[in-house]
T-cell receptor, first 114, second 113 residues
Framework: GAGVSQTPSNKVTEKGKYVELRCDPI?????LYWYRQSLGQGPEFLIY??????ADDSGLPNDRFFAVRPEGSVSTLKIQRTERGDSAVYLC???WGPGQGTQYFGPGTRLLVL | AQSVSQHNHHVILSEAASLELGCNYS??????LFWYVQYPGQHLQLLLK??????LVKGIKGFEAEFIKSKFSFNLRKPSVQWSDTAEYFC???????????FGKGTRLHILP
């Protein structure tokens, strides 16, 4: 596609529920990144994929968070047993490869945990 | 660990005023530096970037930034702002070794018409 797309654009859930957030990167981009942006903060790195494998997951806050990219294109960020503190905008970005210039960001998914 | 500090959280200027947004980073090695912008209701867009070479970098919409290695700074400038520059601006750093981008907390710029 022309840009990075993310679905849903908004997600409201209840504490304790499971959510999945989807990212569709720019066609041909091999690197895919997830960031989280809380209110009043800049985006914080969560995880990045090179192809199908997670090259760096050091930013995932705990084991409730997990991400996959089974075919090296679309990625899903999964959050189990959601907590109110998980409320944030989840951003996805993609690039041609590690160290290969610019990361292009999607519009984000705004997650609200009640 | 890498970190980025943006000096101003909120800046208000009148149209045609000159702009300078401060950014300092902490990292001892080679870095790539970025300014991203987020216009109201839109997603993050790259304004400009520095990888190597000329430390004065020109970006879109008349913005420029200067990398001063000795000061660990990458300040953003524009000689004459417009109302359409109202947005949030993020300075960011990346180590080429690990590829993740570390962002500052952002500066909200509000231009009065």
């Amino acid at each position: 596609g022309a840009g990075v797309s993310q679905t849903p654009s908004n997600k409201v859930t209840e504490k304790g529920k499971y959510v999945e957030l989807r990212c569709d990167p720019i066609s041909g981009h091999t690197a895919l990144y997830w960031y989280r942006q809380s209110l009043g903060q800049g985006p914080e790195f969560l995880i990045y994929f090179q192809g199908t494998g997670a090259a760096d997951d050091s930013g995932l806050p705990n084991d409730r968070f997990f991400a996959v990219r089974p075919e090296g294109s679309v990625s899903t960020l999964k959050i189990q047993r959601t907590e109110r503190g998980d409320s944030a905008v989840y951003l996805c970005a993609s690039s041609w490869g590690p160290g290969q210039g610019t990361q292009y960001f999607g519009p984000g998914t705004r997650l609200l945990v009640l | 660990a890498q970190s980025v500090s943006q000096h101003n959280h909120h800046v208000i200027l009148s149209e045609a005023a000159s702009l300078e947004l401060g950014c300092n980073y902490s990292y001892g090695g080679t870095v790539n530096l970025f300014w991203y912008v987020q216009y109201p209701g839109q997603h993050l867009q790259l304004l400009l970037k520095y990888f190597s070479g000329d430390p004065l970098v020109k970006g879109i919409k008349g913005f420029e930034a200067e990398f001063i290695k000795s000061k660990f700074s990458f300040n953003l400038r524009k000689p004459s702002v417009q109302w359409s520059d109202t947005a949030e601006y993020f300075c960011a750093v990346r180590s080429p070794r690990d590829d993740k981008i570390i962002f500052g907390k952002g500066t909200r710029l509000h231009i009065l018409p």
